[in-house]
């Protein structure tokens, strides 16, 4: 149905440009793009025949489209900037720093500007430079600036008139500590005119804009003259500001361009659900800057690098949006889809002609590799800073269990994600922090078991997964008893084996059973007969089939486990109940105990107890989050429950880290910077990466096992061979037979033929 109402919409999509709106089946919008032709931009995601695990998913949920049409590409920009930042959709790559950078900025409108570091551009007239996005670092080069060019940095109101400086607006005492330890030509007294000042600022300006060629060039003019009229300690300081000004650039030239060129290179990596990127600025050849970035990824995983055509074009427009300067090339490592409509835009922007480069040899190929092997360091450093956010001393855990009320610090913290490729192979991971560090030895996968291949249903796969590992720590559902069967049970049994087969009373001993009630009433039950050092035969088991829904057959077999203490479980059973058997843990042997030999049927089961004690699953967390918002949750919620469980849970959003708790419809307010929301989403990451990591690892499992099936009369060593060799079923038919016997003889490249 809402893939009939996708294909009616498309048809419908006019040749204009225009803003898009993807949706899912309850109205939300999961990504918001802009095109030139809205028909041809929307209709090639559905176009494609190879996809990013990313687009799978995000077409997957769509249901619905929506669009406007506007007059020109610009407004079609304008709009959908605007409508990313109203509605931050799930599949839009959105910048998480943009409210940290911060912008020098030089006064124009004074007899002597002042620099300033600033968080926004107005339009003052003043000259900006930026964005920048560590205020510390930009507090250090202008440190530096200082001391070469010393430049004020009060802000004293100074005017010059006469020949005299009058400050007009005293908001300090001066001259200033500044003055006396030579970081400041003391405008405010008159010891440098105007003039002499704005030379200062020009050169300034050169070094911000990289233009340090200039620089060097003017300061041996200038220590020439001093020399040659005999000024020679002014020549000494000129001297030294040129030695120091080599020294700075010289420790940042790594990058170097031998053309001269202006340019900006872009590199980035993913890594948990995160893009790191870093843009080298080089001007007139030389490295004068490099900048670090973090965005949402868009829902790209690690290793989805080339694939990222959505990360590499919003971040151009977001940073450029906000950048004082467009250098006249840029180079991307990848294109884009209406990568004109960037250029066109940018151009615009610069006032002047701007290129995007993806260079595949060379210099600028070497750079482009250069930038992403420093957005990858960026990843690695921005890791390290989170696990030092001391998450074992205890810290992270005391601000967590007190935002959450917690009655002591959760110790032990689990977290649940779901994976899946377009519903097929799903998966489920769980992974375990202790005192805030990954316990890697508790982590634990799923395969799910009531989710078919091809279904989409996220909730119901967090449910059951909830229900698995948390029936480890209550074998018996909420509202439920599992006991000895006692005489005024009879009734209620001999009703069960009545509607089961047929018995009109019990067979054996009335000590050989287990019941299961629920408020007093026979829900179902188990026959055990005993055998030798601590083994046991199930005789009989049933539960009616409306409470097997409660997996009570599973409370009856594990609750006689424990309270019998049983070294090993047997049963033989018909073949078509071989599959209840398989799923509780029981697995097939061979050789039966003599003593049960009379109670032989098709299929002979054991269960192991200690094949099946995981140390893991037995320990109780005390805090467990959902990878998910309200809805995950409230599923992982029942699961808890249906065990009368009281294990704290909490769900995790990922676009915004909202923290929701049950019973509450809005998140908690945690702040983002905080040592609980690190945690939090480093285990959150984790879990996220072990599941998309497990996914993959299953799905190609898969396509192998698809790929071997198709390969006929070959031993299965023999198809891995080939396999690992030619990559895939179709090069391995196109191959020739010079080719085939390079890996495999005459026998088997008969056998290939078939393939053709």
Known sequence: M?????????????????????????????????????????????????????????????????WTEVGSDLEALLLE?????????????????????????????????????????????????GPKTSAHSVKKTLGLLQKLFMYRSCDLSIEWAEGKAAVTKKTMAYPCLDYHIKRCAAPCIGKISPEDYAKSIEQIERFLEGKTGDIEQSLQEQMGAAVQQKEFERA???????LSLRRMFESKQIVTSPTHEDMDILGFVIEGGKAFLTLFMLRDGKLIDQENFITDSGEYEAGEEAEAEEVVESFLYQYYE???????????????????????WASNQA???????????????????????????????????????????AEALEELSAVLGLPK???????????????????ASMVVFENGTAKKSDYRKFHLQSIADGEIDDFKSMKEILYRRLS????????????????????????????????????????????????????????????KEGTALIKALYVTPKAREQKLGRSLVFTAIEKLKLKRLYVSCVHEMGPLYDRLGFEEIKNFPTEFSEHQLDLILAYDPTKHM?????????????????GQLGMAVKSRDALGLKIPMIGLAKREEDVFVPGKSFPLLIPKDSKASYLLQRIRDEAHRFAITFQKSTRKKHLTASALDAIPGIGKATKMKLLKHFGSVEVLKAASEADLAAVVGDAVIKSLQKLK
């Open 614 to 630: 995981d140390a893991s699953f037995e320990t109780k967390p005390d805090l467990i989050v959902i990878d998910g918002g309200k």
């Open 2 to 66: 809402a893939q009939k109402r996708i294909e009616a919409l498309i048809k419908k999509l006019p040749h204009l440009p225009g803003v898009y709106k993807m949706k899912d089946e309850e109205g939300r919008i999961l990504y918001i793009g802009k095109a030139k032709d809205l028909s041809h931009r929307v209709r090639s995601y559905f176009r494609k025949s190879t996809k990013a695990t990313r687009t799978e998913k995000l077409l997957e949920r769509v249901v619905d489209l929506e």
């Open 351 to 393: 006032g002047r002609s701007v290129k995007l480069l993806i260079p595949e040899r060379g210099k600028k190929h070497q750079l482009l590799e250069l930038a992403e092997k420093n957005a990858r360091s960026f990843q690695k450093q921005n890791k390290a800073r989170w696990e030092s956010m001391a998450p074992s001393d």
């Open 409 to 427: 610090p959760a110790k032990r913290m689990e977290c649940y994600d779901i994976s899946h490729l377009g519903g097929s192979d799903t998966v």
């Open 472 to 531: 480890h720590l209550s074998l018996v559902p909420a509202g439920f008893q599992v006991r000895k069967a006692a005489k005024t049970h009879i009734p209620g049994m001999v009703a069960l084996l009545k509607e089961w087969r047929g018995l009109e009373e019990v067979e054996g001993d009335l000590e050989e059973y287990q019941v299961v009630l629920k408020d007093k009433k026979v829900l179902g039950l188990l026959r055990l007969l005993p055998g």
């Open 81 to 129: 900037t605007n409508l990313i930042k109203e509605f931050r959709p799930k599949y839009n790559v959105l910048m998480k720093d943009d409210k940290n950078f911060v912008y020098i900025k030089i006064t124009k409108n004074e007899d002597f500007p002042r620099i300033e570091i600033v968080r926004r551009v107005e339009k003052d007239g003043a000259r900006y430079f």
């Open 322 to 344: 906000k950048s004082t300067t467009i250098p006249p090339q840029i180079l991307i490592p990848l294109s884009f889809e209406e990568s004109d409509f960037f250029t066109d």
């Open 236 to 242: 000494a300081l000129l001297r030294d500001k040129l």
